[in-house]
Each structure stands twice: as C-alpha cells, then as structure tokens.
C-alpha cells in the first residue's frame, strides 16, 4: 500500500505540479511562437513543465522517506489576522484613517490568546493619532481622517 | 586616483542634509526592527517603498539600505542582552555575546560588537568601491545569452547556500518567475494570467508579494507559538573594552570582515552565512576552543565583522550586474525600479551620483550607529518590554496603510492578505519563500534575455553552452547542484545550518 511518509513534502509536491498545470492550461490561450521568435506562451510553458516535473518529484520522494508531520493550523487566527487588514483596506476611503486604525486594531489583538479589550483599545486610539500624524500630517498622504460621506 | 574621485563624488551626494537624514531614518528604523522581533528588514523595506514614491531615488536607496545594515546593529543588541537575537543573522553572537552579559561583560560585549560592526562597514564600503568598476566592465560585455545564464546562476548559488531541501527551493524559485511574469507581456501587449483582473494587468506588486510572505506570514505563526522572553539579565555599565579584550578582539574581526566581505559577494550570501561561518572559523583557530559558548570575545567580534560586512558587500551583484543575491536585495530592486531605474551594470555610468553616493552612504550610516547605538540602548530595551500582543496589530497596522497607499486602492491590500495566506501554507510546508521573491524580481528579465539569445541565435538552445562565458556560468550552476545532492557534503550542509 502506497503511504504518505513525508506529509509536508507530499503536499508541497502536489501543490508545486497543480500550478505547474494551470499555467499550462490558461496559457494554453497565448501565442507559443517559434524557439527564435517567442510568443507570450513560450516562457510560461517551460515554466509550467518544469514546475510538474520537479512537483512530481518532490512528492513521490515523500511516499518513500520518511518526514514531520504538517503543525496543526489555527485558521482561526490566520483568518482574523488577515481579515482586519482586509477590511481595513476595504473601509479606509469611507470610514476615515483614524476609525479604521481602531477597528483594524482591536480586530487584530483579538486573535491573540492574551486579548484584553481594554488594552487594545488604548492603543488602537494611541496608534490612530500616531498614524494621522505620521502619514497624513508628516508624509502628507491622500487619506481621509473621518469619515466621509460620498453622494452618488 | 579614479577610486577617491569616485569616493568624493559620493560623499558629496550622501552629505547632502537630506540623505544624512534619510540615512538617519533608514539606520534608526533598521537597527529597531534588529531590535524587534517578528519583523524583518525584507518587510520594513516592503512597508517603506510606498513612502519612498515622492523622494529622490538616491535618497529612498540610502534610507533602504541603511534599514538592512542598521538590522545588523540592532539584532546584535538583543542577541547580547538577552539572548534573542532580533535577525537570523545576529543568532551566533548570541552564543557568546549573552555568555559575556551573564557574566557582567555586557558593556565590553556591546562595544565590541559596535566596533567591529563599524570597522567592517568601514573596510566593505572601500572593498565596495574597488571591486564595483572592474565587475560592471564585465557585466557591459554580457550579451542576453551570458545574461540569462548569469541569473540562472544567481538563483541556483542562492538556493544551495540557503538552508532547507534544494529541490523544494528550485521549485519555489519557479513559481516566483512565473508570478512575475504575470500581467502584460513587453513584446506582445498580450495580458497573462491576469484573470480578466484589470489592476493585474500591471503585474503583482512586489510590495505584496514581499509583505504577505514575510511580513503578515511570520506574524501569523508567531501567534501560533507561545512567546517566551528572558528578562534582560544585567545592567549595561562600562561600555568600553579593556587592554587584554581589545588584544583578544582584533585579529577575530580582521578575519571576520575578510570572510564576511567575500561571503557577502557570493549568491545566496549575505549578512547570516558570514556570521556563521566566521563563528565556526573563530573556533576552529582558537588555541582552546572549549572556552567557545561560555564568554569568548572572539566569538562576538569575529561574526560582528562578518555579519556586517557581509551585508554590505551583498550590495555588489546587486549594484554591478543588476543580480539580487538575497531577499533583501530583491526588495532593493523592486526599489529601483519604482524609481524607473533598471538595475545593472549600466547604472554606475548613467547614473553615478546615485551610485557612489549609495556606497559613500553606507560609511555614513555606519558611523551614526556607532555613535548613536551605544546611547540609544536603554530605549531599545525599553521597547522590548512592550508585550508581543501589542506588537503585532502595530505592525499589521503599519503594514496595512503602507501597501493601501500604492494606489490608494483595497486591491492591493486583499492581493498581499493572498501573499499572507501563501506564506502560511508555505511555512507550513516547510517551503523557504526567499528563493520565490528572488525568482518573482528577476522573471521579466530572465525571460526577456532567453528571448533575445534565442532570436540572435535564430532559435538555436546551444547558444548557451557555445559561448564560453555563458558555458561556464551554466557548468558552475550544474557542478553546485551536483556537489551540495553528494551525500556526505548534504549531510555538513545539514549540520552546519543546525546551530540556527
């Protein structure tokens, strides 16, 4: 029976060849061109080959030695981390520099297991004068401070 | 002499008042990331490059680099006092340099790294400005063929010197080329991989790639890991160095400062491999090498040097042949050509201002960090005192309004959150993001240069083994690959990494 001895390994092999195969197959859609005369696809193609090809290798080496475990992942926190700063670049325009310094703050302590409220609070407040000064006073940067109420 | 009119045409550009303060900037932001933990130079200079759109491209360069070389300083304050270094880089000095602060040498500790830091900046920026016009000639000589094989060469010395499984990292390095390669083709006007993505036409920014991989992915798995801080064990008092330390010191940084200044020219060197080989040197030239790990100054001094000088001289490929050799030489590029400079040979002819004062810089630099460091310290150390639970939203926040600031679009804030997420997986699977980021930077290149070669030689492959420049360079990346896949040198690579 054929056993996944190197789990991080396999993973990464099958990973590395999936996207290998989509780039041959959306750009299957541009121009080869000839070897003297490359078009758009030629470049991308070998790429795309090499990258199965060294995928496959890596993860049929894994089936054969062994290796560690892939470390448990708390989504959670991964989710959370990159969530407030998605939607801080989502709410930025609208809400202001300095309420979305706050949000994107206390959203982002909250994913670590020593959150307090009260603390993050503080220095969401503390970072958002700091960061008004800093980038739209000092670096003069185009962004609203409050919010703003667009029509239309 | 050519060498000192070329050194006074850079200090007039880097003694200007504003590149002294945006050297300033640069060597202070730098040694306090050093100082941090969780955040590195490749994503400070990521957070930067936004904010460097409205400057003098001379002045943006010297406040980046001053970040990198100023991380020197700073990790190796923390390494001593605490026993955590701030950088990978400053991880040797940890060994002997905190053994020294336990034993109430923190003072000779820290002066000693500082001065040896210096005097390596010193000798690097000469080595610099000596080595730099010889190597551009014979960059202006390559053709697209010798070019090309040049990069494949880069990229495969950067791997095998790097740590972790070379296939995996070759793997990595071709992924890195074909996300570069995405948006419009130069020839053909054709969009790639763009996804019907109108902003990708432009291509990912390397800003994203940069922050989400190392920036946002660290910060990540740092919350994964509980955090475990030693107290700073003793007062710092005494910064200076005796007679019979300063006697010990020396020649470990004279040696230091060599092997640190040839390291840091190869690819895939750079300040951590300097550090680690002269720490290994240092023991292995020692009368008695037991007192290794307990105390030994030369242990401090010697990777101090290398350390520095390495990542000074790590400049050069970069500065002469247009070749990042690490990670944050790749940001250095993705730099350049935001200030619609294209890196290479050609920049030291059209451009000499910017590139001697860039090296005239790193003098400079160095000079305020060890006059500014040594004073500085108790506030480093204070900042060390604020909890990581603190830390991070800052970072994150920083971060966040850098990349929006690109183009004021939300865009570019969820495409680096996908580069964040990439970065997870990655660590997860063990995979180093360094060679990706080489690889993304120097995609269009290397594809450009195969183009040119292939239509020269009218589509024939052998152009590259043909001409023998190109011929050599290809032999030397093949011979590398072999040599490092020998199972007895694979076995001392793994060891000599270990101590990481």
Redesign the interface.
Known sequence: MVRIRNPKDFWAGVLFALVGTAAIVLGSRYNLGTAARMGPGYFPRILGMLLIALGGIIALRALRVDGPAIPRWRWWSTAVVLGSVVLFGLIVNTVGLALSTVILIVLASSASSEFRWKEALISGVFLAALAVGVFIIGLKLQLPIWPTFHHG | MELLNHLALGFSVALTPINLLYALIGSLLGTLIGVLPGIGPVATIAMLLP?TYALQPVSALIMLAGIYYGAQYGGSTTSILINMPGETSSAVTCLDGHQMARQGEAGAALATAALASFFAGCVATVFIAAVSVPLSELALKFGPAEYFSLMVLGLIGAVVLAHG?L??A??MI??G??LG?VGT?V??G?A??DFGIPELTDGIGVVSVAMGLFG?AE??TN??S?ETRERLSSKVKGLWISKAQFKAAWPAVLRGTGLGSFLGLLPGGGAMLASFASYAVEKKVAKDPSRFGKGAIEGVAGPEAANNAGAQTSFIPLLTLGIPENAVMAMMVGAMTIHNIQPGPQVMTSNPGLFWGLIASMWVGNLMLVVLNLPLIGIWIKLLTV????L???I??????G???IS?A?F???Q??AF??LG??FL????EPAPLLLGFVLGPMM?EN??RA??L?????TVFVTRPLSAVMLAAAVLLIVVIALPNIRRKREEAFQEE
């Open positions: 904010t499984s296939i995996k070759i793997a071709i992924l080329l074909l390669i083709d020839n053909s054709v790639r991989f946002f910060i990540i919350l994964e509980q909890p990581y639970r603190i991070y939203p800052a994150l926040l920083f971060c966040a309004i990349v929006y600031t004021n939300s570019d804030v969820m680096t959150a964040g997420f997870v997986l997860k699977l063990e995979c594809e195969l183009r292939m239509l030689s009218r589509g024939d492959p």
